[in-house]
């Protein structure tokens, strides 16, 4: 499935998308089963996912999300700012005080509607809020339904890095308009195969060749069995991360410049991807087939592996050494002849090394 030689995303969906087929499943994760709608104009379905006990409904959104989304029941609206910049703790801060005084109590849901940016602070503020009310999450992004709306992981960013401010905190529902898709612009769309093309890795499958409404659930079911049992991240579910350390350096890179969107999340990770093979290959990991491989599965999603060449190797190094996954020094979700596994204390050198000769975007370093 090659999206960079489609001519529209809207062509994309109307071939591989059956839009009088919907699915309702249930994901269970941990402690909990929650329900999920996938499907072609399914935003109708929403109302069946408000679980009973909830007294009051609280939608949150951002102004820049594209669509029509008007509820047959009644739901007060809170518009967020728009782009990166909204997932801050300051921002979390305003939501929980306009919670506050709109008397929303341990009864009241809230349901986030929009990417992961929302999807995530708006979990944040559903864990903390009066010590926890439960939450919905409608993604509008590829990224949204196959990664960032689903796990229990939610989070603000910091000045030092993503994520570094959060909690884990499952919904009570998830509801995937794919016809929401249709509005994706181009840098979104690549946002959602970059963690597309990561769960290539994560199955034997031909991951690739799946209709995208397969790719969708597929991924979705991928998740909760890494999730399940490890919601905390201490142990299989770290293999999630694959191509993450990387593509976080890069994100928390273009953060400490002020410069947050410049590179979408995906694409970031995509970087990360090659640079992770690329890395297990110089320890004795895989061979360079199976670099290659990597290479050719981030073609077919139309992802480009170059890291951004305005940005420096130390810059994206200190963010490396703030990643969660770290024990006492680097680590790294690397493949093997046993599949992925989280590696410690990988020399710093070595990943200083590999970074200084990988391929980069613009003519700097290299070209792919």
């Not at 995208?212 to 597929?218: A, C, F, H, P, S």
């Amino acid at each position: 499935m090659n999206h960079s030689n489609r001519a529209s995303i809207a062509a994309l969906l109307a071939e591989e998308v059956d839009r009088r087929s919907v699915l309702r499943y249930e994901l269970d994760l941990v402690d909990t089963a929650f329900p999920v709608v996938v499907g072609a104009g399914v935003w109708d379905q929403l109302e069946t996912l408000i679980p009973s006990s909830w007294s009051r409904v609280v939608i949150v959104t951002q102004a820049a999300i594209p669509g029509s989304f008007e509820v047959p029941f009644d739901a007060c609206w809170v518009v967020l700012p728009s782009g990166e910049s909204a997932k801050r703790p300051r921002v979390a801060e305003g939501l929980a005080e306009r919670l506050v005084r709109l008397g929303a109590d341990r009864q009241t849901g809230l349901i986030a509607v929009g990417g992961g940016v929302v999807t995530d602070l708006v979990g944040f503020v559903a864990s903390t809020y009066m010590r926890g009310i439960e939450y919905l999450n409608v993604p509008t992004t590829l990224l949204g339904m196959v990664d960032a709306a689903i796990g229990g992981k939610t989070a603000v960013n910091l000045i030092g890095g993503k994520n570094l401010f959060g909690t884990f905190w499952q919904p009570k529902g998830l509801l995937c308009d794919l016809a929401l898709l249709e509005t994706l612009p181009k840098r979104e769309w690549l946002s959602g195969a970059g963690e597309l093309a990561k769960y290539s890795f994560l199955t034997s499958d031909p991951f690739a060749e799946l209709k995208l409404v397969d790719q969708i659930v597929k991924a979705q079911r991928l998740k909760e069995s890494y999730v399940a049992g490890d919601e905390r991240e201490a142990g299989r579910r770290s293999l999630l991360n694959y191509g993450h350390t990387l593509g976080h350096g890069i994100e928390g890179a273009y953060l400490g410049r002020g410069m947050e969107g410049s590179v979408s999340h995906g694409e970031a990770v995509a970087v990360g991807l090659v640079f992770a093979a690329r890395l297990a290959e110089r320890l004795g990991r895989i061979d360079q087939a199976r670099v290659d491989q990597h290479h050719r599965v981030l073609a077919s999603y139309g992802l480009d592996f170059r890291l951004p060449g305005e940005l420096t190797v130390d810059e994206v190094l200190g963010y490396m050494r703030a990643d969660k996954k770290n024990r006492g020094g680097m680590s790294f979700v690397l493949d093997g002849s046993n599949g992925l596994e989280l590696v410690h204390h990988i020399d710093e050198a070595l990943i200083r090394q590999v970074l200084d000769e990988y391929p980069r975007r613009g003519g700097v370093g290299g070209r792919a």
